[in-house]
């Protein structure tokens, strides 16, 4: 399912293919993420305009609402939502653990209470691909328990086998599309390379270095994928999940990831904040105020063509939608074209020279960093 098309000599980084049941996704890539079956604020066309290759959607949220019988009716997720390219599911690990009121974790899953109307609910491993089924995902994620920023190693370590044995039970269960493992051990970096050694030995479509972007210092992060990618096979696909700010992202390609997913671009959008080649700008502060210029000179998003900085401005201060959905286009452009200049850079054999200079224009945000909606 994943093809290596060839590999920077200055980094890690590599050009690839993913085929899925629905599409062709050239990587590296970024995945916009779609919780509730919808990416916020964008419909399937607009999408398609942007030239977003796949999708996320998850596990968690769609189970709990709108529920598998309706999901099922339309056909799983292609069906009910009519984005007709691949999709991604997370497998509602992370969602589990962080959102809804746990009562009782074991080695057959997690029983928990609805976070939406505090239901009784059970999700374990087999249930969790058996949803990934029926949301008919094109990649379905194992069942994982992603540890909390900080985490002790006893814990970290008890949490991994719990993890490595759902890991066998989730590969029993058929689903339609492709499986990938998750990468667990915290920041330990033994742990990382059990974990990674185990499930390369059961043999998925590919790997995700999970458990990232949970509040840890950056430092940390990079050190997770560092501790985890010298022992995952070149011909499998890898994925770090829930990352990124644009300069993580462009780090992580050099230590060997192909695939992102990030709500960033389009939570921040949601307070007025853009994305732009030199760092990120709040439109929402005055000196925008009777700017006539777009979001960003040559910019080619549907926000940039048209508008002006002042206007969409306006659009923010009056709480306008059509103000919050301009600046979600454009970041997604953003996220989107950053990886498309990435894929280019690399058939030219000009990655290394577009590392310096992407880093050398762009002043790091103080966003903070948070994992999932
Ligand atoms: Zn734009």
Redesign the pocket.
């Known amino acids: 399912m994943f093809e290596l098309l060839l590999t920077d000599p200055t980094s890690k980084a590599r050009r690839g293919r993913l085929t899925t049941r629905h599409g062709v996704v050239e990587t590296p890539i970024f995945m916009p993420v779609g919780t509730q079956g919808t990416v916020k604020a964008v419909s399937p066309a607009e999408l398609r305009e942007l030239n977003a290759q796949i999708i996320l959607g998850n596990t968690y949220h769609l189970f709990l609402r709108p529920g598998l019988e309706i999901l099922s009716e339309f056909g799983g997720l292609h069906g009910f939502s009519r984005w007709q390219g691949p999709i991604l599911t997370d497998s509602g690990g992370f969602q589990v653990f962080s959102l809804a009121r746990l009562r009782k974790i074991t080695d057959a899953g997690v029983h928990f209470q609805s976070h939406i109307d505090g239901a009784a609910c059970f999700i374990g491993p087999r249930e969790a691909m058996q949803i990934q089924a029926v949301l008919g995902s094109d990649i379905a994620m194992l069942f994982d328990e992603c540890p909390p920023y900080p985490c002790e190693k006893e814990y970290a370590a008890k949490s991994l086998q719990r993890t490595l044995l759902w890991a066998q039970q989730c590969k029993e269960v058929p689903t339609p599309g492709a499986k990938f493992g998750i990468i667990q051990g915290a920041t330990f970096a033994d742990l990382r390379r059990e974990s990674a050694e185990a499930l390369v030995q059961m043999d998925f479509d590919g790997y995700a270095v999970g458990g990232v972007s949970v509040g840890e210092p950056e430092e940390e992060m990079l050190a997770a994928v560092e501790n985890s990618e010298p022992y995952l096979p070149a011909q499998k696909a890898r994925y770090a999940m829930g990352l990124g700010t644009p300069p993580q992202m462009v780090e992580m390609v050099a230590r060997g990831i192909d695939m992102f997913d990030c709500v960033l671009p389009t939570r921040v959008a949601r307070n007025g904040t ?1 994305y732009t080649g030199h760092g990120t700008v709040n439109l929402k502060n005055a000196c925008h105020t009777r700017a006539h210029g ?3 000179e040559g ?3 549907p ?2 063509r048209e508008f002006s900085r002042a206007y969409i401005r306006h659009l923010l201060k009056a709480e306008e939608i059509l103000g919050l959905r301009l600046v979600t ?2 970041n997604l ?2 996220y989107l074209n950053l990886m498309q200049r990435i894929r280019t850079a690399l058939e030219l054999g000009t990655f290394a020279q577009f590392r310096r200079e992407f880093h050398g224009t762009y002043s790091p945000s103080t966003l903070p960093e948070e994992a999932d909606e």
Do not use: G, K, V
């Open positions: 853009a777009p979001i960003e910019c080619t998003c926000a940039c286009l454009h452009h953003f």
